[in-house]
């Protein structure tokens, strides 16, 4: 399994190079287990992930959903997590009433990903980029602007665990419900079809919400 350097914990702790827990390591090694397989994580910059999968040098890549990569010819499995995408900010801060209503202001984002909603507000709005979602969040902890865009899971498990979580918020504004897929390579070693009726299995045994489940904080609801 591929995994992207610009993601961090609840999904992915990476330390030296390798991946050490998260959501996407416990997801892996529940869905490698149920296929029987022995699981092995890639770490990679995010730009490199997508030609790892389509070389053959990965066969899974996954939290992700077709529009945010620029190859087309994987194949998609079956959702695998529900998650919303916020925008954020410090507690002393209101939501803003609408995107719109953020013109003229400087957006938390991190390099290389992609945000239409966002995108289709600029130049009023202004992408101030970040190399993962840490140094996304430390920059809005230290007023290097108002607001950031990241997602709900993200933001839930900061609320829980940073030292500063105090001035993160509980509200928010949402941008939209989306679900995350997996994208099997067109040279990967296990086919789509083994891939869903594993995630299947998961979803029924209550795996998948069983592990996003430990990475909320109290009363959060999903």
């Known amino acids: ?23 996407l390591k416990e ?5 490698s287990a149920q296929l029987h397989r022995q699981p092995r994580y890639v770490v990679l910059p995010r730009t490199r992930v997508e030609g790892a999968l389509l070389r053959g040098h990965a066969d899974l890549l996954c939290d992700l959903r077709p529009e945010w990569l620029d190859n087309q010819s994987f194949l998609w499995s079956d959702a695998i997590i529900s998650n919303r ?7 002393e801060t209101p939501a803003p009433a609408s995107l719109q209503a953020m013109a003229g202001a400087r957006v938390g984002t991190i390099l290389g990903y992609r945000y239409p909603e966002i995108e289709q507000l600029q130049p009023n709005v202004v992408r101030d980029n970040a190399a993962n979602d840490s140094q996304n969040l430390e920059k809005l902890l230290h007023g290097r602007f108002n607001y950031i865009v990241t997602n709900r899971i993200y933001f839930d498990y900061q609320r829980k665990v940073h030292p500063e ?12 419900d989306f679900d995350t897929f997996c994208a099997v390579g067109p040279q990967g070693k296990v086919g789509i079809r083994e891939v869903n009726q594993a995630i299947a299995v998961l979803k029924a045994r209550g795996v998948i919400q069983a592990i996003l489940g430990r990475y909320r904080p109290h009363g959060a609801t999903h």
Do not use: C, W, Y
């Not at 399994?1 to 959501?23: F, Q, V, Y």
């Not at 995408?85 to 507690?91: D, E, G, L, N, T």
């Not at 979580?165 to 939209?176: D, E, G, P, W």
């Open 27 to 31: 997801f892996g090694d529940a869905l």
């Open 1 to 23: 399994m591929a995994i992207s350097n610009g993601s961090a914990m609840p999904m992915t702790d990476i330390r030296d190079e390798a991946l050490r827990g998260g959501i």
């Open 165 to 176: 979580r105090a001035q993160l918020a509980s509200h928010h504004l949402k941008i939209t």
């Open 85 to 91: 995408m916020i925008v954020a900010m410090r507690r």
